[in-house]
């Protein structure tokens, strides 16, 4: 912290990162979510996977149950107590029967989500950079980040004759 700060003041940028040290899943992000959906099966609640959420029912403040058309286009609901939502706020909100008050069915709708494409590229290599990733700042690319994800971790790319590096492009639904 006290770095980051002198170089706020100074305008020195006398280091490469300022993280020391970083946790990162040995086999990327997406192993956050397969652990989870493991521990929500081990202690009795279901994961469904490859729904799309149609309706969601409410009591006063309170989910009770979720409609959804699964994959092959069947009509189910879900009962429970508690749920886990993966839908943008804004498709929630939308969702809720009752629905919320007027005011809040407009705030939703005009939240914006900044959402990226990856485009993966493996080279025939060694990793082309030591970093995790590297932020372009330049208008004249449409890129906007680079990720080495050997750098992350060795285990998210098994041969150690390839690099493998993601293109990463920021945009907006539409």
């Not at 100074?10 to 040290?21: K, R």
């Not at 309706?55 to 006063?60: A, G, H, M, T």
Request: aromatic content about 10%.
């Amino acid at each position: 912290l006290l770095k980051a700060v002198w170089n706020a003041i100074s305008g020195s940028n006398d280091t490469a990162s300022l993280i020391e040290e970083f946790q990162y899943p040995r086999l990327g992000p997406g192993q956050m979510w397969e652990v989870t959906s493991d521990h929500i099966d081990e202690n009795g609640g279901a994961v469904e996977k490859g729904i799309r959420a149609t309706r969601v029912l409410r009591e006063d403040d309170r989910v009770t149950s979720v409609e959804f058309q699964s994959k092959d286009g069947e009509a189910r609901t879900v009962q429970g107590d508690q749920f886990i939502n993966s839908m943008a706020l804004k498709d929630l909100i939308e969702a809720f029967d009752p629905p919320p008050p007027q005011h809040v069915r407009d705030a939703a709708a005009k939240l914006k989500y900044r959402d990226f494409l990856i485009v993966t590229l493996v080279l025939n290599s060694a990793d082309p950079f030591p970093d995790n990733w590297i932020y372009v700042h330049s208008p004249a690319v449409k890129v906007g980040r680079i990720q080495n994800f050997r750098a992350w971790s060795p285990d998210m790319l098994p041969d150690p004759d390839t690099a493998s590096i993601g293109m990463e492009y920021f945009c907006q639904e539409g």
